[in-house]
């Protein structure tokens, strides 16, 4: 390998983690533990002439010679600071070294070391070698690599000795203290710099696509914010203009008004759509809110407002039904008949008022009066027939049948709904089963009412109360 070695002398010796000291680099080095510290301060007060090794594991605390690597560098302290009981030093690398042995001695270490004297043939392949890493040096400056301005300049400057070059960069690279070690422990010049070469070729590919990121993000903000403010200049031109629509596309504008018209909504449901759209109109896309507001227009609209079911009511019908479906229950059966025998009787008495009256301003009242059925309450032990008769009601009827099971339920937000904006909300599990049932007059079943629970989130029972009588 071209190399000889020559014994110096016996010097204080330091050990640092997580760096390595090159040949031909300053650097700045602290100091903790008191050994180094002594061994720094001894060293500053002789000849500065210093001894520095990496350590192999840095959780190492007291290490000793087979904790250090064998080749370290032999430096000159060129400026020192100590405060709070650390040093703070500047250290100049000048040679290669190998640590022989660690001598006894009771303040610090020192090491018998001897210099590697390295190979300086400069060959045209080595020129070659030097001027690429020269080339590829500024690429990585220019693509954000972080070094000094005194040693950028100075690197790319094509000035300095190809093994100066070499240590000078490989000390700025951005590799693990493991692998500058291996660089370190390179002693052929052509070898150290072709790997220098590879490692810096790796370090360029990494900046490169980091800068590819970091354009696209870039432009991609821009590109938002230029959205965001010609959205705000429409915005303000349409307030202007006195237009409706906003940030909502005008497709989507319509598609709500019309679902809205052809919900066929009671007029307070209306009024309460029309000012939610347009609300919605005026939102920025990127507003959560708009996220509520969709939601609860797609309910609205998708109520059954207008679809119901015919009051197909005969006594014999449902009579020749129940008696299909169940047997015995004739108490049960009776109440159930006369119930409907009732609604048929009550039906057929506002029909004949609506023909004999002809007055359409009181319809309202009368369909109101009609709106406000008696509720059933079947009570019995499981598994008498409960829920099966009210489906038997309901073929009698030929309604849809909905049934809720309300067992076990504590929050109180299954019966009102949960407040929009939660994520996820839904409406109380009554309207969901209307919904679902797709007509706005099915026979509706609340099951296992006796099993409504009450904790802190609220009282059910009081919500179900509430909404079988608003009044």
Not at 66 to 77: K, M, P, V, W
């Amino acid at each position: 390998m071209g190399k000889s070695t020559k014994i110096i002398r016996k010097v204080p010796v330091v050990a640092i983690r997580g760096s390595v000291v090159f040949p031909y680099t300053d650097t700045i080095l602290s100091f903790g533990r008191q050994k180094s510290v002594k061994a720094v301060n001894a060293a500053f007060q002789e000849d500065k002439v210093i001894a520095v090794f990496t350590q192999k594991d840095a959780k190492t605390s007291h290490p000793s010679q087979r904790d250090l690597y064998e080749i370290g560098t032999i430096a000159t302290i060129t400026q020192m600071m100590q405060s709070d009981g650390e040093i703070h030093a500047i250290v100049k690398g000048h040679n290669r070294i190998r640590l022989n042995k660690i001598v006894p001695h009771e303040a610090y270490l020192i090491g018998e070391v001897e210099e590697i004297k390295e190979d300086r043939v400069i060959s045209p392949e080595v020129e070659v070698l030097a001027k690429k890493l020269t080339e590829l040096f500024k690429k990585a400056v220019n693509l954000g690599k972080q070094a000094e301005i005194v040693t950028v300049m100075k690197l790319v400057s094509g000035q300095v000795e190809p093994v100066e070059l070499v240590d000078q960069a490989a000390s700025l690279l951005d590799i693990k203290t493991n692998e500058k070690q291996k660089l370190l422990e390179t002693l052929t010049l052509k070898s150290r710099m072709k790997k220098v070469l590879e490692a810096l070729a790796r370090e360029i590919n990494i900046l490169d696509l980091e800068k590819t990121i970091s354009q696209k993000t870039q432009k991609r903000f821009e590109d938002q914010m230029r959205k965001a403010m010609l959205r705000e200049k429409k915005k303000t031109i349409e307030e202007e203009l006195g237009q409706e629509g906003g940030e909502l596309g005008l497709e989507e504008v319509s598609e709500y008004k019309k679902k809205i018209l052809e919900a066929k909504m009671p007029k307070e449901v209306r009024k309460r759509a029309k000012k939610e759209l347009k609300r919605l109109s005026q939102l920025s896309p990127h507003n959560p809110e708009g996220g509520y507001i969709r939601n609860y227009l797609d309910w609205l609209t998708d109520m059954p407002w207008s679809i119901s079911t015919a009051n197909n009511v005969s006594i014999k019908a449902a009579a020749k039904v129940l008696e299909d479906d169940h047997y015995g229950l004739r108490k049960a059966k009776e109440r159930i008949l006369e119930y409907l025998a009732v609604m048929r009787v009550k039906k057929d008495a506002l029909e004949k008022i609506k023909t004999k009256l002809k007055i359409k301003g009181k319809d309202k009242t009368i369909k109101n009066e009609e709106s406000q059925p008696t509720i059933l309450c079947f009570i019995g032990p499981p598994g008498v027939g409960k829920t099966s008769i009210g489906k038997s009601i309901a073929r009698a009827l030929d309604r849809k049948f909905v049934r809720v099971s309300l067992g076990g339920i504590r929050d109180e937000a299954e019966i009102r709904g949960h407040r929009r904006t939660y994520v996820g909300a839904l409406p109380g599990r009554i309207i969901q089963g209307i919904k679902n049932a797709g007509t706005k007059n099915p026979v509706f079943m609340l099951d296992e009412i006796d099993k409504i629970g009450i904790d802190f989130r609220g009282d059910p029972s009081s919500a179900l109360l509430e909404a079988l009588d608003p009044e």
